[in-house]
Structures are given as C-alpha cells and as structure tokens.
C-alpha cells in the first residue's frame, strides 16, 4: 500500500483528515518531520485559520522545501483549505504575504457583498469545470462543507477543476498533473469528500 503522509505544521484539525482516510481504507501517517515527507507517495496539506501563520511556521520548520520537492518530482499531492491557498503567489490577509509559489495567483478577501455573510461557512455546491480523476463518478453539482473568508485569484483559468458561486463564482478546487486542492473540506463533505480521499488514495 502507498504511503501517504499528512504534513503536521500546527494549524490544522489533522486527527478528522487522518480518520476519513481510514474509513476509505488508507491508513495515513500524520508527521510534522521534514526529513520524513521524502518518504511519501502521498502528501496531503491541510490547513485552518491565517496564511501569515502557516507559512511561516511551514518555513520555521522547514517544512516548505520537502513539500515543494513532492510536487516537482511528481509525486501525488492533496491540498486542504489554506492548504490549497498556500502553493499560490501572494496573500493579502492581514498583510501581504508571499506562499509556496507553486501556482501564479492571489489569495483575497470575498467582496462585501450586501445580504452575503463572511467566512462562509457551511454547505454549497461545485460546478465542475475539469474532470479531475478525483472528481469521478460524483453526482451532478455536488455539496461540499466550506469554511474560509479569502478565496483564490488565478492567473492560469485552466488550473480551476471546480467553482462555487458565493454569490459570484470563485475556485474552489484545481488539478494540475499531480497537485490536487480544494478550498473546501473533504473530511467535514460526507459522502462526496470520502469518494475524493478515496480516489486520491488510489490514483498514480
């Protein structure tokens, strides 16, 4: 069995991301080791709260380079929330921040939007624009549980897999080659979030 890892750096819940990979029946190793994400077939990077303290305290712990040396060398890659806000360009909360630079693009706070509550938070739907192989065999427009007040800005549209209308669309998952991300959580979407560990679990 492949060994997927998920990278500990102290801003995330990594206990619920760990418990859904076993419903699916891939046993995944939590490690905040640097020395160890060269181990991994699989990476996973999930991530809750602000930018500004995740990557530093990916940098403080050096986490950053074995991370970004998975995803050259090819090697399967799952972003979760500011997980997938961290391999873009620059964020702009509180400050301005640069990330992983994996992606071109900016992380930016959702408009004020009259009625529009921020975060957002809870239960919305994808429009699926790309048919990653993470996002088989799911029903039309399926629901997903987002949390999250700053939202993604590509400069390359054709990296977006879904998008989510809030009340405008925005991208709330994209896959290239190896690298798949969501803005919302897979582990807190039920069925539909298990099918995409599920399918990264398994896909090469």
Request: aromatic letters at 10%; charged letters at 20%; proline letters at 8%.
């Amino acid at each position: 069995m492949k060994k997927i890892l998920i990278v500990d750096y102290g801003l995330a819940n990594l206990r619920s991301v760990q418990k859904a990979f076993e419903k699916v029946g891939h046993p995944a190793e939590i490690t905040s080791d640097p020395n160890r994400i060269g181990e991994a077939d699989k990476l996973v990077l999930p991530g809750v709260g602000a930018f500004r303290d995740a990557i530093t305290r990916l940098r403080e712990t050096h986490l950053d380079e074995p991370i970004l040396d998975h995803i050259r060398t090819g090697k399967p890659f799952f972003g979760i929330c500011l997980g997938l806000q961290l391999l873009f360009t620059t964020s702009y909360e509180d400050g301005v921040y640069q990330g992983l630079n994996v992606f071109p693009g900016e992380v930016v706070h959702f408009p004020d939007t009259p009625g529009i509550k921020v975060p957002h938070m809870g239960w919305n739907q994808l429009r699926i624009k790309k048919k990653a192989p993470h996002l088989a065999d799911l029903p039309p427009e399926p629901s997903v549980y987002f949390v999250h007040s700053y939202c993604v800005v590509l400069k390359d549209p054709s990296l977006i897999a879904t998008e989510t209308d809030y009340p405008a669309p925005f991208t709330s998952a994209i896959w290239k080659d190896n690298v798949f991300a969501t803005q919302f959580h897979p582990e807190k979407s039920q069925k539909v979030g298990l099918s995409m560990l599920h399918k990264f679990a398994e896909f090469s």
